[in-house]
């Protein structure tokens, strides 16, 4: 009988490893989502510093009664461009939205909510992402709703578009205003 060389055994060893590990993950309860660790928790604080020109954002913002939703952007971040004519029409609806800038210089933020309008009732600026990192942002756009009382219910990242908006941020920002309509 011929010697198998255990070196023979490794590449359908991590074959098999990967399996594994995707079938696991093709499982869980949300393959998609980004768990959050502040899910049921008071909000973080907005940064000190604001955009020249627009409202600044304060952390009494963030707990008026209502829901509110704080939208982590950048000028330089194509899903955030996509995502802009949705928080116009969110803010148009009455919808409170603080908006957090991040990673971006200010001129060209400032300019930006200049071209496209301001969907924020406040914003806040970033420009190191200390406080995103405080919120637990990975990357641009992602939107958290918090309740009238500024706890943190849901996160979601990327555009507010497409599917996956209409699947899972729309039943939460729902499920959100009817607790609070209770």
């Known amino acids: 009988m011929a010697k198998v060389s255990p070196l023979m055994m490794a590449p359908p060893l991590i074959f098999a490893a990967f399996v594994g590990l995707a079938f696991v993950g093709m499982y869980r309860d949300d393959p998609e989502g980004l768990p959050s660790q502040l899910m049921g928790q008071a909000a973080p604080g907005v940064p000190e510093r604001a955009l020249s020109g627009f409202p600044k954002a304060t952390d009494a913002m963030l707990a008026t009664g209502e829901v509110t939703l704080v939208n ?13 004519p949705k928080l116009m029409e969110m803010s148009a609806q009455g919808m409170n939205i603080v908006g957090i800038n991040f990673k971006d210089t200010e001129r060209a933020a400032t300019t930006y909510l200049v071209n496209d309008d301001n969907p924020f009732a406040g914003v806040g600026f970033d420009p190191q992402g200390r406080t995103a990192i405080d919120w637990g942002v990975t990357a641009p756009p992602e939107t958290f709703i918090l309740d009238g009382d500024g706890t943190v219910l849901f996160r979601f990242a990327g555009p507010l578009v497409g599917s996956d908006y209409e699947q899972r941020f729309v039943p939460a920002l729902e499920e959100a205003q009817a607790q609070l309509a209770r």
């Open 72 to 84: 982590f952007w950048a000028s330089w971040c194509p899903p955030c461009r996509a995502e802009h």
